[in-house]
């Protein structure tokens, strides 16, 4: 069955409508809920552009084939990652070498998160994002990385048990919120930060309940918390409540209790108001 309904004609109206009257006969037509009148009538049906693979490609970059192809993309995160259970997000750079400290601090955290109960959330790339994925996979544990559709290769790591790749950076933030208890942040750069950011605005202002964020790595985000503190708090553009957010350390033990007190406690609404 097609959604593309009969063409029939409009006679003339007496009365106006919005003002306008119909002069002869119009022709109309119904595809699903979209109204087609006059020179807006094609002569296709949807069944025919469906089954003509002769036809233009076109219709594969319109908007409302995107649209589409984002609910697919929301449809099979939720559908992969809702039984996944306590899991927490480790972010952090791409670029961070296999032979670093912070690699190593990052398998260190993927092994602990194991050990405490949780499955371990990556961007499921190279770097900082692999050596998370890494820990948790020797660990014996769930290993999740969540990949991005970039214009240069990246790829999904040798650390994941389950692998999603996405086409649009929102759904793919949404599914880091949505199956998280907090965060991990090691050091990175600016779409860390973008991932920092995006979790603390929507705990600051409410949009999810409050979960834990822990910066690792002292030298690299002191620097960072203190122009939080310094300037935006200063000039009255975040509030000091907001720094109860962000937690930041060296060891990964404290890291792990940073997340398991939250977990015992519950999760509380910020206390003070957003601005």
Avoid at 77 to 91: K, N, Q, R, T
Avoid at 147 to 171: A, W
Avoid at 178 to 198: A, H, M, N, R
Wanted: charged share 20%; hydrophobic share 40%; net charge negative.
């Amino acid at each position: 069955m097609t959604d593309d309904r009969s063409i029939h004609p409009v006679e003339p109206t007496n009365g106006a409508s919005n003002g306008n009257r119909l002069r002869g006969k119009a022709r109309i037509k119904h595809r699903g809920p979209v109204l087609l009148r006059g020179p807006q009538v094609d002569n296709s049906t949807t069944d025919q552009r469906l089954l003509d693979s002769a036809g233009p490609v076109d219709w594969l970059h319109t908007d409302p084939w995107r649209v589409m192809r984002i609910q697919s993309e929301f449809v099979e995160g939720f559908g992969a990652l809702a039984e996944l259970g306590p899991a927490i997000s480790v972010f952090g750079s791409a670029r961070t070498p296999v032979d670093s400290e912070e690699y190593a601090a990052g398998m260190q955290i993927g092994r602990a998160l194991v050990d405490a109960g949780y499955a371990v959330i990556t961007g499921g790339g190279p770097g900082a994002m692999e050596s998370a994925n890494r820990g948790a996979f020797e660990a014996g544990g769930t290993s999740v990385g969540l990949g991005i559709e970039l214009p240069f290769e990246q790829g999904l790591n040798d650390y994941i048990h389950l692998g999603l790749n996405f086409r649009y950076f929102f759904v793919r933030k949404t599914m880091f919120v949505k199956y998280s208890q907090g965060f991990i942040v090691l050091p990175g750069g600016f779409g860390t930060l973008d991932e920092l950011f995006e979790a603390l605005t929507l705990v600051q202002t409410h949009k999810v309940t409050k979960f834990p964020v822990v910066l690792f790595g002292t030298a690299y985000w002191s620097g960072l918390l203190d122009w939080v503190r310094n300037t935006l708090v200063a000039e009255g553009k975040a509030s000091l409540g907001d720094l109860e957010l962000i937690s930041c350390t060296d060891s990964v033990e404290e890291a792990i209790k940073i997340l398991e007190v939250s977990r015992t406690n519950g999760h509380a609404q910020p206390a003070h108001s957003p601005e």
